[in-house]
């Protein structure tokens, strides 16, 4: 646990939500008290945020909640300046903040927040994306109400303990395998992503950040992988409407991740 705890084994789970659940049962808490992972740090990294791939020889922490806050915010810009991404088991966080955005001047909202409720209608369950379209189609001029929850907190200088007579930091390897966790289908063993996806994931991710508010390096490797072979647009935007229809991805942004994919594949 980010905060402090023994060390404790999982295994057995081929998704993210399977994950905090042997997470929770290792540590005898419940399943709902899992906000997110971090790997090989234990604190509110957003850069190490457990996404779609855990390195075989990463540590992961997990973040629980803590305490609960309402905060009352006056939209006097179109934009927040928030980017939304999600647990993958049905909790909508804050990844970022925009420096002297409407948020940023409001001291108390942090990142890592877990958004938990718009005006009293409650986000449990809710998708990033939807999360971000909301609070997107909030009218400017108006004041709404933010209910959050925060990731219980540690002290910074002071690591958490670790079972079984090992002290100090827990050794994290530089295997090339990883743990492929998927939302649909079984989680899969890979070699570690090549410099293309790599590159072409990071490209696609900060699209979906320009375009819609969010950021989910599982959303954007699938796309990579749905994008690699296509042979135009055209032909992206069909395979992302039969597996992605939900996102509803507007055209431009899709002629972008199809140049985003060609760019990487270039080494560019």
């Not at 955005?101 to 938990?116: A, L, N, T």
């Amino acid at each position: 646990l980010a905060h402090g705890s023994p060390t404790g084994r999982v295994e057995g789970f081929s998704n993210v939500r399977e994950l905090y659940g042997k997470i929770a049962q290792a540590f005898r808490i419940p399943p709902t008290e899992v906000m997110f992972c971090t790997l090989n740090t234990h604190k509110v990294d957003m850069e190490k945020l457990l996404g779609g791939q855990i390195g075989l020889e990463d540590f992961i922490f997990a973040h629980t909640k803590g305490q609960r806050k309402e905060v009352e915010v006056f939209k006097s810009e179109e934009a927040l300046g928030l980017t939304i991404t999600d647990n993958g088991a049905g909790y909508a966080f804050i990844k970022r903040i925009r420096e002297g955005s409407v948020i940023d001047r409001i001291p108390v909202i942090s990142v890592g927040d877990m958004i938990e409720a718009i005006d009293g209608h409650s986000l449990v369950g809710a998708r990033h994306y939807e999360v971000a379209k909301m609070l997107k189609e909030l009218p400017k001029g108006r004041t709404f109400a933010l209910q959050l929850t925060e990731p219980r907190k540690a002290f910074d200088m002071i690591g958490p303990r670790t079972g079984g007579g090992r002290g100090g930091t827990p050794q994290v390897g530089t295997g090339r395998g990883t743990l492929r966790l998927r939302s649909r289908g079984p989680a899969t063993v890979e070699e570690q992503p090549s410099a293309f996806e790599e590159r072409a994931v990071a490209k696609v991710d900060d699209l979906l950040e320009s375009y819609m508010g969010i950021r989910d390096s599982e959303l954007a490797a699938t796309m990579v992988e749905l994008g690699r072979d296509a042979r135009d647009p055209d032909a992206l935007a069909q395979a992302l409407d039969s597996q992605l229809g939900d996102f509803a991805f507007p055209d431009e942004f899709v002629f972008d991740v199809w140049g985003a994919i060609g760019d990487a594949k270039a080494g560019r």
